[in-house]
């Protein structure tokens, strides 16, 4: 990917999020080091790997110098958050913070919202976003080059879907894990050494990740293939099919959906 020819600000870059796509956009080299800026209230720039990245402890002075101005502090500290956006582009990560609330603080009518991970340290994130009216297309393009350097991306009509892929998308490896750890149990509780136990079903996990991102099949493609085969692997699926399985995921996805919408 080529070097853009933007600034981009993190305001909260030492956290997890933050600081992952600050990794991403620089490992992906869409910017250079000295054209992202990082403020936090001690200065401090996280470990990203690169030199030259500037460092602030003036919000303002972080936006001033910006084009591309990203939130990305718990969203219970976004009240504490002050500074005049000017002619640059807000965009936000922080999870149930409206579009009409940031535009409330930062002065501007041109606001990305948006949801990312931690995945992004990657450059294995999935951050969908949505625009306010006012935001331009050179607004969403630019939204859409930082996105995408740290993975995949794609735009949403509206902000409730942003709140159904915090649920959903934002957590990594977040509820995928909980599987994994349901699959190491099941093995070590009859027999399997512990160790060996996680190691299979770490790589089980890679592959099928790697399998289902970058083959042209459909998850539900995989799952009837493995059905039709009639093998082993169907014997499970079909008695996972006929259990509460899909029951318990959904209660599980709009419990999360549910707190993503109020958390603000």
């Avoid at 999020?17 to 209230?41: F, H, T, Y």
């Avoid at 080059?145 to 879907?161: C, I, K, N, R, S």
């Avoid at 499970?236 to 549910?258: N, V």
Wanted: proline share 5%.
């Amino acid at each position: 990917m080529t070097q853009a020819e933007f600034t981009v600000g993190i305001i909260g870059g030492n956290g997890m999020l933050g600081s992952a796509i600050a990794r991403g956009l620089l490992d992906s080299g869409v910017i250079k080091p000295e054209q992202l800026g990082i403020s936090s209230r001690s200065g401090n720039l996280p470990e990203l790997g690169h030199g030259g990245v500037r460092s602030f402890t003036d919000n303002q002075a972080l936006a001033d110098a910006s084009d591309f101005i990203l939130l990305s502090v718990p969203p219970a500290n976004f009240s504490d958050v002050r500074f005049e956006a000017g002619k640059s582009l807000v965009s936000s990560v922080m999870a149930g913070i409206s579009i009409a609330r940031i535009i409330d603080q930062t002065g501007t009518d041109c606001v990305i919202r948006a949801m990312s991970s931690p995945a992004a340290s990657l450059r294995l994130a999935y951050s969908p976003w949505c625009a306010s009216p006012a935001a331009t297309d050179a607004d969403k393009s630019l939204a859409r080059t930082v996105f995408a350097a740290v993975g995949a991306t794609d735009e949403l009509p509206d902000e409730d879907q942003i709140d159904l892929f915090t649920a959903v998308t934002g957590p990594v490896p977040g509820f995928v894990a909980q599987f994994a750890v349901s699959m190491v149990d099941y093995s070590s509780a009859r027999g399997v050494d512990p160790k060996t136990a996680e190691r299979a079903v770490r790589q089980l996990f890679h592959a099928a990740g790697v399998m289902m991102a970058d083959g042209p099949m459909s998850p539900a493609d995989h799952v009837t293939e493995m059905i039709d085969y009639a093998g082993t692997t169907a014997a499970g699926l079909l008695a996972m099919q006929d259990s509460d399985l899909d029951i318990s995921i959904a209660k599980g996805l709009d419990a999360a959906y549910e707190k993503a919408r109020r958390i603000g």
